[in-house]
C-alpha cells in the first residue's frame, strides 16, 4: 500500500507543473476576489480529473483486473517499471523542447473567464484529460496493484489532489499575505514563465526515477 501511494505522490506532484493549469491559476490571481477565482478554477479541474479518473478505475480499468482476478507482484513490479521509464522518457522529450517550450506564452485570462473561473477549470482540464499521459500511467498502476475498489477510488483522489496543490497553494498565498502577494506571485510567474519546462523535465525525471526504482527493488525481492 505504501508503495502504491508514494508512486500516486510523485507522479501527482510532477504532473502538477503542468503549465496549462498552473498559468491560468496565477493570470487569474490578478484582479478583484482573486483567491475566490483560483480556488473555484482548482475545483473545476479537480473535479473532472477525480471522475474521469474514478470512471477509468472503476470501468475499464476493473474489466481489464477481471481478465486477471490475481495480478501476481511481478506484473505490479513491472508496471512501475514501465511507469517510470515512462516518466523519463517524458522527462527527456520536455528537456530536448525546453528552448522551444519556454518561449510559448502561458494561458492570460481574460476578464470574461475570470468571471467562470470554475467553468474555465471544467473547460482546460477537459481537453487536458485525454492526453494527460502521466494520469494515465498512474491509474495504470492502481489498478494493476489490484487493490479493493475504495483504496483504488482514494488513490485517484489523492492524485486528483496533488494536481491542483500548486493551485491551492496560490490560493494560501492570497489569503495568508494580502498585501505582499503580488509581488509575490509576479516573481514565480516570471520565473515560470521562464523556467517551467527545465523545472517540468527535472521534476519527471526524479519522479520516474524514483518509481523506477521502487519497481526494479520489488523485483529483486520477489526473486529472493
Same mark, same amino acid.
Given at each position: 500500500?505504501?508503495?502504491?501511494?508514494?508512486?500516486?505522490?510523485?507522479?501527482?506532484?510532477?504532473?502538477?507543473?503542468?503549465?496549462?493549469?498552473v498559468g491560468p491559476g496565477l493570470y487569474l490571481?490578478?484582479?478583484?476576489?482573486?483567491?475566490?477565482?483560483?480556488?473555484?478554477?482548482?475545483?473545476?479541474?479537480?473535479?473532472?480529473?477525480?471522475?474521469?479518473?474514478?470512471?477509468?478505475?472503476?470501468?475499464?480499468?476493473?474489466?481489464?483486473?477481471?481478465?486477471?482476478?490475481?495480478?501476481?507482484?511481478?506484473?505490479?513490479?513491472?508496471?512501475e517499471v514501465g511507469v517510470g521509464i515512462a516518466?523519463?522518457?517524458?522527462?527527456?522529450?520536455?528537456?530536448?523542447?525546453?528552448?522551444?517550450?519556454? +518561449?510559448?506564452?502561458?494561458?492570460?485570462?481574460?476578464?470574461?473567464? +475570470?468571471?467562470?473561473?470554475?467553468?474555465?477549470?471544467?473547460?482546460?482540464?477537459?481537453?487536458?484529460?485525454?492526453?494527460?499521459?502521466?494520469?494515465?500511467?498512474?491509474?495504470?498502476?492502481?489498478?494493476?496493484?489490484?487493490?479493493?475498489?475504495?483504496? +483504488?477510488?482514494?488513490?485517484?483522489?489523492?492524485?486528483?489532489?496533488?494536481?491542483?496543490?500548486?493551485?491551492?497553494?496560490?490560493?494560501?498565498?492570497?489569503?495568508?499575505?494580502?498585501?505582499?502577494?503580488?509581488?509575490?506571485?509576479?516573481?514565480?510567474?516570471?520565473?515560470?514563465?521562464?523556467?517551467?519546462?527545465?523545472?517540468?523535465?527535472a521534476v519527471l525525471m526524479v519522479a520516474g526515477?524514483?518509481?523506477?526504482?521502487?519497481?526494479?527493488?520489488?523485483?529483486?525481492?520477489?526473486?529472493?
Open positions: 500500500m505504501l508503495r502504491l501511494i508514494v508512486i500516486v505522490l510523485s507522479v501527482g506532484l510532477a504532473d502538477s507543473l503542468d503549465p496549462t493549469t490571481a490578478l484582479g478583484a476576489h482573486p483567491a475566490r477565482r483560483v480556488f473555484r478554477f482548482a475545483a473545476g479541474v479537480f473535479l473532472v480529473m477525480a471522475a474521469g479518473g474514478l470512471v477509468v478505475v472503476l470501468g475499464p480499468g476493473q474489466l481489464l483486473l477481471s481478465l486477471v482476478p490475481h495480478p501476481s507482484h511481478r506484473l505490479e513490479h513491472w508496471l516518466l523519463m522518457l517524458g522527462a527527456s522529450v520536455v528537456w530536448g523542447l525546453r528552448r522551444r517550450l519556454s +518561449q510559448r506564452e502561458l494561458f492570460r485570462a481574460t476578464p470574461s473567464r +475570470q468571471r467562470s473561473s470554475l467553468w474555465l477549470g471544467v473547460g482546460v482540464m477537459t481537453v487536458n484529460l485525454p492526453v494527460a499521459l502521466p494520469y494515465f500511467a498512474a491509474l495504470a498502476a492502481i489498478i494493476a496493484s489490484g487493490r479493493p475498489l475504495v483504496t +483504488q477510488a482514494g488513490c485517484v483522489m489523492l492524485y486528483s489532489l496533488c494536481f491542483v496543490a500548486p493551485l491551492l497553494g496560490i490560493v494560501a498565498v492570497l489569503e495568508l499575505l494580502p498585501h505582499q502577494a503580488d509581488a509575490r506571485l509576479d516573481r514565480v510567474r516570471e520565473l515560470i514563465e521562464r523556467h517551467w519546462a527545465q523545472v517540468l523535465a526515477g524514483l518509481v523506477t526504482a521502487l519497481g526494479v527493488v520489488g523485483l529483486a525481492a520477489s526473486r529472493g
